[in-house]
């Protein structure tokens, strides 16, 4: 092997290895004795169109994704109160007493997407998802749309 990478399970015991074969130069993942489980370049050969287990046409692409990212914009949220996210897809930085919340049912309940203080990917429909200040002082999050 060129390179491995070891992985642990959290009581420390090997359970797989990534590595890199020195015949074939393709990237394998191993059991902890070091027999093989899967060639991974092989496998992602399955997926391509026309093969055996090809991804269907209507299948999300990467030209699909290929977003940019728009103006970020800071959000102030009052204390104790919310702040409705626009319609559109974010990536969230929020402040330290802020969470993102979303409604299964138009308003009634509300349920927490990303814990206070954290980050991640938000979906809004404009009306449903919001940012929720439950700290004691105005509080900064920024929002960065994906367009």
């Known amino acids: 092997m060129v390179g ?4 642990y399970d959290s009581n420390g015991v090997k359970q797989r290895k990534i590595a890199v074969d020195d015949t074939t130069k393709r ?4 059991d902890a004795t070091g027999a093989d489980i ?13 093969e055996a287990d090809a991804i269907p046409n209507e299948g999300l692409r990467f030209a699909q ?3 940019v990212f728009g103006s970020e914009s800071v959000v102030t949220v009052t204390a ?10 974010y990536l969230v930085s929020l402040g ?6 979303y409604s ?3 308003g009634t309940t509300w349920r927490t997407l990303i814990p206070v203080g954290q980050g991640g990917v938000v979906i809004s429909d404009g009306s ?20």
Do not use: C, F, W
């Open 38 to 50: 899967m060639d991974i370049e092989a496998h992602a050969s399955r997926h391509a169109y026309g």
């Open 104 to 106: 299964p049912d138009g």
């Open 128 to 147: 449903n998802v919001r940012l929720n200040n439950t700290g004691s002082a105005d509080e900064d999050s920024y929002l960065l749309p994906v367009q």
């Open 4 to 7: 491995e990478i070891n992985l």
């Open 27 to 30: 990237v394998e993942i191993r």
């Open 65 to 67: 994704l290929d977003k």
């Open 80 to 89: 104790g109160e919310t702040y409705t996210v626009p319609k559109g897809v």
């Open 96 to 101: 330290a007493n802020t969470s993102v919340e």
